[in-house]
């Protein structure tokens, strides 16, 4: 059980949550190579996927978990709800609160809303993505693949976060919870999608892809977010692709057992090129899999679950 009603990003969560969080998984994940993949874990609760941005894995993911551990699951999109007649964030939630909700997973164009909504509603909140702030379960289910690949302990494995660390919440809740484990984190990126403060987090910042792949245990791909990008900060997707993308060449400088990793959606040929992320040291989608249990385990958690 986590001492905490609601999860809204690692920055604020120890190393014994997270240890807690991910051992769950490894039984939760059990669970996902049966015959029949259901369990009682969540028999009796309400879960709703609150959603005010597109989604396709995190989403899923939550609303299959749920219903494997045997919860009611509703889902709302933004897009097709009262929020269009202006209701705001807070009524919702207390609309949901009134509706007998236990966890509500958010997921929000602004920073900070996952908080907003946690102090008012007596129902978990669970951060599925805000802002450019966190999406504290993308990175636990990168961390699990890590482990599943590498053996629990991960002090000293070498790290590479390739991309557009300045837009990507996947990468600051990557870079809390990996540096909390030990592991040996460093970016790459152009100056111009780099956070200001990346020199306060914890990681090694490299200005060469080339130079940062060699002798990676992990090399990690961000997307890159066009959408969010007010001002012009790349000359150009080809010329991006050329400097920073992720090719199997580059990939051949990293360890000979080195995995490469994106949460997804990923642009082909803008950030990763199709060979490789469709190559042998792909684990795309398996980040994906195991996200599900890794989510199974992040309900159960909250909702008083022991593990
Ligand atoms: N990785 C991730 O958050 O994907 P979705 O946007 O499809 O949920």
């Not at 509706?99 to 909504?117: C, E």
């Amino acid at each position: 059980m986590l001492k905490r009603k609601d999860l809204l990003g690692l920055k604020d969560v120890s190393k014994d949550e997270i240890l807690q969080i991910l051992g769950c998984a490894v039984e939760m994940k059990e669970v996902l190579g049966r015959d029949v993949k259901k369990t009682q874990h969540l028999v009796g609760k309400n879960v709703v996927t609150l959603f005010y941005e597109n989604s396709t894995r995190t989403r899923t993911s939550f609303e299959t978990a749920a219903k494997i551990m045997s919860a009611n699951c509703t889902s709302i999109s933004a897009a097709v709800s009262s929020v269009q007649k202006g209701e705001s964030l807070i009524d919702t939630g207390l609309n949901l609160d009134a509706l007998l909700t236990d966890v509500i997973i958010l997921r929000h164009n602004m920073s900070g809303a996952p908080h907003l909504l946690a102090r008012n509603v007596k129902a978990s909140v669970i951060n599925g993505g805000d802002g450019m702030n966190e999406h504290p379960t993308q990175a636990l289910l990168d961390i699990f693949t890590m482990r599943e690949e590498f053996g629990d302990d991960l002090r000293g494995l070498k790290v590479v976060i390739a991309g557009d660390v300045k837009h990507s919440r996947v990468a600051r809740s990557n870079i809390w919870g990996l540096t909390k484990l030990g592991a040996d984190v460093t970016v790459v990126s152009p100056r111009t999608l780099l956070p200001t403060e990346i020199d306060k987090m914890g990681v090694h910042v490299c200005d060469k892809i080339d130079d940062a792949v060699v002798g990676a245990n992990v090399v990690m791909g961000l997307r890159v977010q066009l959408e969010r990008q007010q001002s012009k900060l790349l000359p150009s997707v080809s010329e991006y692709m050329q400097f920073y993308g992720i090719t199997q060449s580059r990939l051949a400088k990293a360890d000979s057992r080195a995995i490469l990793m994106h949460p997804g959606p990923i642009n082909r040929d803008v950030e990763i090129s199709g060979a490789a992320a469709d190559g042998d040291g792909s684990r795309i989608l398996k980040q994906v899999t195991g996200g599900i249990a890794v989510r199974m385990a992040v309900m159960y958690l909250l909702t008083g679950g022991k593990a």
